[in-house]
Nanobody
Framework: QVQLVESGGGLVQAGGSLRLSCTAS????????MAWFRQAPGTERAFVAA????????TYADSVKGRFTISRDNAKNTVNLEMNSLNSEDTAVYYC????????????WGQGTQVTVSS
């Protein structure tokens, strides 16, 4: 079993930055493929970014490319999402997700952290 806890959300002005962190506990977190998703009010949960188990490969949604950076620190069992040039469309609850498989659905989810961007 894996537990995921997100932190770092909050209120930020448009154009600002935030750093989200997700700490994993339980089974070996370095074996996990990790990702961030987000869900805005009235919408479905959407993919934001993912990082491979070793950390050498990252993927991003088109809407965040060039603004967001995902990284991981396996020694600290954390994955981070650095968010820059935030705008109102980035307002959402952000969820950390994990899987032991190299592809497919994510099996473990955090509770989410709210990010609100004010214009």
């Amino acid at each position: 079993q894996v537990q995921l806890v997100e932190s770092g959300g909050g209120l930020v002005q448009a154009g600002g930055s935030l750093r989200l962190s997700c700490t994993a506990s339980g089974r070996t977190s370095s074996s996990l493929r990790m990702a961030w998703f987000r869900q805005a009010p009235g919408t479905e949960r959407a993919f934001v970014a993912a990082i491979s188990r070793i950390g050498g490969r990252t993927t991003y949604a088109d809407s965040v490319k060039g603004r967001f950076t995902i990284s991981r620190d396996n020694a600290k069992n954390t994955v981070n999402l650095e968010m820059n040039s935030l705008n109102s469309e980035d307002t959402a609850v952000y969820y950390c997700a994990a899987s032991f498989f190299s592809a497919g659905q994510y099996n473990y989810w955090g509770q989410g952290t709210q990010v609100t961007v004010s214009s």
